[in-house]
């Protein structure tokens, strides 16, 4: 067996020609040769499914029967394989609840570390919150006006599945006579037995006590309220009316705890733990958005999606498609409107008056508008105000039953961020849990403005919630941790944590990572980035005697950050891992302590071992093409005439591009030639090529819904007919081989 190399004796992979040969172990190699040379059929379907392979192996009969079958690969034999682990180049998954902080595992300890430290601030009034204790409770219940109704509760089980049966027969042998089950009063008797559906959640509340408030009940109102927080583990539910008031008349229902409480507003909220600051828990999540931080809205370009065209000539999208009746509908509605304000039919929706376009989407109000119908076969008038077309829109998506008829109107929806959370993702009481102060000009303590919605006022809760602090780039959430101003209590509780969080976000800082905020959507990111950030992932995993097998980490990344993300391979190799990395950079290249060249053609003319050994070894063989480059022999010629701009052809121009990192600029793109868009990473080269030129241009021709990013006009469409994106996605997700 091999000690200190991999060897691989026949390999046939692919277009491999009986390939033979050794790798060092515990050091940096690079795989490199021209594209179809071989080199993802040596790294990935031979070392690295040979690792894989053996590894399923290595587990029970049992646990290989819920895993596929592996293929073996086509070689004879290969000797001296540590387990090996893929970071491939694909793109991360498309779901909205995977942020980076998520997939780097930073989330989850930034969750114990506002759990534990984090204070928490009433959400309506900014005011810090304490904990209550039962004399406190009780106090504040006395405070309720004379004779009033209360009812205590403790809550027993919370939104969990089961039957149950155990808890309610304890609490009839404890002598409750009363219990709120799923909001419905039930009688506890020895003899009655509570049917509940096992595969449901379910919510029972016990009743303590039923008493009217007034002189001498302030000691069973006590010993009520210690009973009840007892049963409910800290949380007590109060149930209270007006003097009088009818027997089916509603409770008002207020939640006490031995946890937070806000004095200002009376309201008691449970002591934040991990799972409240978790967006995909029903405990954290914003109740409106469910944790998306979107949700989708009625988009005004979307319904009309060509303003040019008038009324008369269907500017409407929504009522130009339906039944013929609808239809007909429809026009005797626009007539009538446009009548009834005088604005004419034939004239640009974009020319009419802003008041009238406004009217026309959101409705006349209390304003009453005649219409004309036919009932029948008879003329009928009716007079009643205008619904306007999102108002209809809204209520057809809610109240109809075919699913056909809402994906027909969801096409005219798009996401836009959730005005219950501002798009943060979690309910208003967790994200006020803060940490540290914002330091403003004149270095003092500032407040972050936070609104509770569209119809409230904006709160000031001082410091950075968990959501602002995933606002915040790799590079300043690293500097906001470092500089956290920390209590020695609060430093010995979150050290361990605090160390976690600052490894994390310098090893993404170190692959070139540092300009991503943590909570961008994976789904976004392009292969290079998730790639790197998988990386990332595996150096905080600080496994050692592992065989690490990259493809192309240095795509997409600027020269600025080569370094640093070959000191992190260096890294991963000087604790004890065997790197092998598939890549052309010279860079990356010249920095590896062993170079395998595969060629000397591609396809059928490829799979050779060209050349292997130390740079200067690969720069010295006559049959190595890399070898030529590396020696100066071959180069890039630098075009001697470049295609310059064309005046018949015209012009591309973005105006006012100020989305993400943009600062409000203009671009000119010469049309007819090649043009470059670069930068170093980070600075707003994807913002402006793809959020804003070509989502504007996919809402333009082909009813895109994604919105484009912030941009005042794009001049110049009128010279394209056709807009085509390549990226690194792959082109189908299957793959089926061809007949023999």
């Known amino acids: 067996m091999a000690e200190n190399c991999i060897r691989i004796g026949g390999a046939r992979e692919h277009n491999l020609k009986n390939l033979t040969l050794e790798i060092p172990r515990n050091r940096l190699v690079v795989i490199t040769g021209m594209s179809g040379s071989g080199k993802s059929s040596l790294a990935f379907d031979t070392i690295d499914a040979e690792g894989q392979r053996r590894y399923v192996e290595s587990l029970s009969a049992y646990a290989r029967q819920f895993l596929d079958q592996m293929q073996k690969p086509e ?442 905020s943590l909570d961008r959507e994976s789904g976004t990111l392009s292969g290079g980035e998730a790639q790197r950030i998988r990386l990332a992932t595996q150096i905080g995993a600080g496994l050692v005697g592992v065989t690490y097998i990259l493809d192309e980490p240095s795509i997409g990344l600027h020269q600025r950050d080569n370094e640093r993300l070959l000191a992190t391979l260096k890294g991963l190799r000087d604790i004890g891992n065997s790197v092998l990395v598939v890549e052309h950079d010279e860079d990356t290249i010249r920095a590896a302590d062993h170079v395998i060249d595969l060629g000397p053609g591609a396809g059928v003319h490829g799979g050779e071992l060209v050349a292997c050994g130390t740079v200067a070894d690969i720069a010295a063989h006559e049959r190595s093409l890399t070898g030529k480059y590396l020696r100066g022999e071959y180069a890039i010629p630098v075009p001697r005439a470049r295609v310059g701009a064309d005046p018949e052809k015209g012009w591309l121009v973005i105006r006012g591009a100020s989305e993400n990192n943009l600062k409000n600029i203009d671009a000119r793109l010469p049309l007819g030639s090649l043009t470059c868009v670069t930068g170093v990473s980070g600075s707003g080269k994807s913002t402006l090529v793809d959020d804003v030129l070509r989502k504007a241009l996919f809402r333009k021709w082909h009813g895109s819904k994604d919105r484009p990013g912030k941009h005042r006009a794009i001049e110049g469409i009128r010279n394209l007919d056709k807009v085509i994106v390549i990226d690194q996605s792959p082109i189908s997700k299957k793959c089926t081989p061809l007949a023999q």
């Open 75 to 516: 070689m004879d034999y290969i000797e001296g394989l540590s387990p090996t682990i893929a970071i491939e180049q694909r793109s991360a998954g498309a779901s909205p609840r995977s942020i980076i902080a998520t997939t780097t595992e930073i989330y989850d300890y930034l969750r114990l570390l506002f759990a534990h430290i984090g204070q928490a601030h009433c959400p309506t009034t900014g005011a810090p919150m304490s904990q209550q204790t039962p004399t406190e409770i009780a106090d504040r219940l006395l405070c309720l006006p004379a004779k009033s109704q209360v009812m205590l509760l403790a809550p027993v089980v919370q939104h969990q599945k089961g039957e149950f049966r155990d808890v309610v027969e304890r609490m009839a042998r404890e002598g409750f006579v009363r219990a709120r089950v799923d909001g419905r009063m039930v009688e506890l008797e020895s003899n009655l037995r509570v049917k509940l559906d096992p595969k449901k959640k379910h919510c029972i509340d016990v009743v303590v006590d039923r008493l009217v408030m007034g002189e001498g009940v302030r000691a069973r109102l006590g010993e009520s309220v210690e009973t009840a927080l007892k049963w409910g583990e800290g949380r007590l539910l109060a149930l209270h009316r007006a003097a009088g008031a009818a027997a089916d008349a509603p409770w008002e229902e207020t939640l006490h705890s031995t946890g937070m409480f806000s004095a200002a507003t009376g309201q008691s909220y449970d002591p934040p733990t991990p799972k409240h600051f978790s967006f995909n828990s029903p405990f954290g999540a914003c109740p409106v958005c469910h944790g998306l931080g979107q949700k989708l809205v009625f988009d005004e370009d979307l319904i009309v999606p060509v303003p040019d065209k008038s009324l008369e000539e269907g500017a409407i999208a929504p009522w130009q498609r339906g039944g013929r009746r609808m239809i007909i509908y429809c026009k005797m509605v626009i007539r009538a409107v446009a009548a009834h304000f005088k604005q004419p039919l034939d004239k640009p929706f974009c020319e009419l008056p802003e008041d009238f376009r406004r009217l026309l989407l959101h409705g006349s109000g209390g304003v009453e508008v005649a219409f004309n119908f036919w009932r029948a076969g008879k003329p009928a008038r009716t007079q009643r105000p205008f619904e306007g077309v999102i108002p209809y829109l809204e209520r057809l998506f809610k109240d109809t039953e075919s699913e056909f008829t809402r994906n027909r109107i969801k096409t005219y929806m798009s996401s836009q961020p959730c005005d219950g959370c501002e798009g943060r993702r979690l309910k208003r009481e967790i994200l006020a849990v803060t940490l540290g102060a914002v330091p403003s000009a004149n270095g003092t303590a500032a407040v972050v403005s936070r609104g509770e919605g569209r119809k409230s006022k904006a709160t000031t809760i001082p410091g950075h919630s968990i959501m602002d602090l995933c606002a915040l780039t790799v590079s300043d959430a690293f500097e906001f941790v470092n500089g956290l101003p920390l209590t020695p209590y609060q430093q010995q509780v979150a050290a361990e944590v605090l160390k976690e969080i600052r490894q994390r976000l310098g090893f993404l800082k170190n692959v070139g990572l540092g300009y991503l």
